[in-house]
């Protein structure tokens, strides 16, 4: 395949999935930024400052208490960063009374955009920051909340590299449970060799991320879920990535799948805005501390930021 070839099936990978092809920033100091309320700012700033982490993530002398004695990780979605996917979600947590942590996992080391790489090498990362997250804390379990393949990576964690034990709650946000097709498009890529082998070579995540990839088939060997953990899906029917059937667990007694318009039709939120949507966070909550579950206060959302 031709240089200009190579280069249409990687940007027509990242249009698939919703994301812009932007060339990486230089890195700068560590920092902490401000909370945010929307995607669009929280990518603007984690662009300018790509080693930025969101307000009350990884404070590794924070200690759960007995209202919250599991710590919250957070994990990725493709192409995304701590701060881009979480400047929402982790001030909030941390208000609500959580140790909450994050990580920048599957390559490349620098830069905003993270989440590229194998998925299975991601898994093992994950599952690294779990023990130091429990070593520090010196919790027993942590809860696992993900957004998009991070809606995945954890089940491969969970399911074949002991992470059963680790995890009290797994809740995926837009998740890619099963794998995604983008209504086709993604199988259509696989039919072509060269274009898949073009694209993996670049983003293996992409080609793990595939319905029915190996991956994907691999993580479901034994089952997608473990007795030892509880689950939760929360999708969109409005997401334009990930469909209903792709981010939905199987039933269970230990499962429960969430769709944002049961509880609020008005609310439009899509794949990537379902991390800074307040009505998606409240039912994240919820998820997490049933005990003082509130019902979301529902208002009209717009489905793109």
């Not at 990242?14 to 700012?41: C, N, R």
Request: net charge negative; glycine share 10%.
């Amino acid at each position: 395949m031709g240089a200009r070839a190579r280069t249409v099936a990687v940007l027509g990978a990242l249009a698939i999935l919703g994301t812009p092809a932007v060339a990486d920033a230089a890195p700068d100091e560590a920092s902490v930024g401000p909370p945010q309320t929307g995607w669009p700012a929280a990518w603007a700033y984690s662009i300018e400052h790509p080693d930025a982490i969101p307000q009350g993530m990884n404070d590794f002398s924070c200690r759960p208490d007995a209202a919250h004695p599991r710590p919250v990780v957070l994990v990725n979605g493709t192409f995304e960063n701590s701060y881009a996917n979480w400047a929402m979600y982790s001030p909030q947590l941390k208000t609500d009374g959580y140790c909450v942590f994050g990580l920048d996992y599957g390559g490349p080391d620098t830069g905003p955009f993270h989440q590229t790489g194998d998925m299975r090498v991601s898994a093992r990362q994950v599952g690294d920051f779990v023990e130091t997250v429990l070593a520090a804390t010196g919790a027993d379990r942590v809860d696992l909340v993900g957004h998009s393949q991070g809606g995945l990576v954890p089940l491969y964690y969970i399911n074949h590299l002991g992470g059963e034990s680790k995890i009290g709650t797994m809740i995926g946000v837009a998740p890619a449970t099963n794998g995604i097709s983008a209504y086709g498009m993604l199988k259509l890529l696989a039919a072509y060799s060269q274009a898949k082998d073009a694209v993996g070579s670049v983003i293996p995540a992409v080609d793990d991320g595939t319905a029915g990839s190996a991956f994907v088939t691999e993580t479901g060997e034994g089952g997608m879920t473990r007795p030892g953990v509880e689950y939760a899906t929360v999708s969109s029917r409005h997401d334009l990535v990930v469909q209903l059937s792709e981010s939905q667990l199987p039933p269970g007694p230990n499962v429960s799948n969430v769709v944002v318009q049961d509880f609020c039709p008005e609310d439009l939120t899509n794949h990537g805005t379902m991390v800074y949507d307040d009505i998606t966070l409240r039912i994240v909550r919820n998820l997490l501390d049933p005990a003082t579950a509130v019902a979301p206060a529902c208002h009209p959302v717009a489905p793109l930021p």
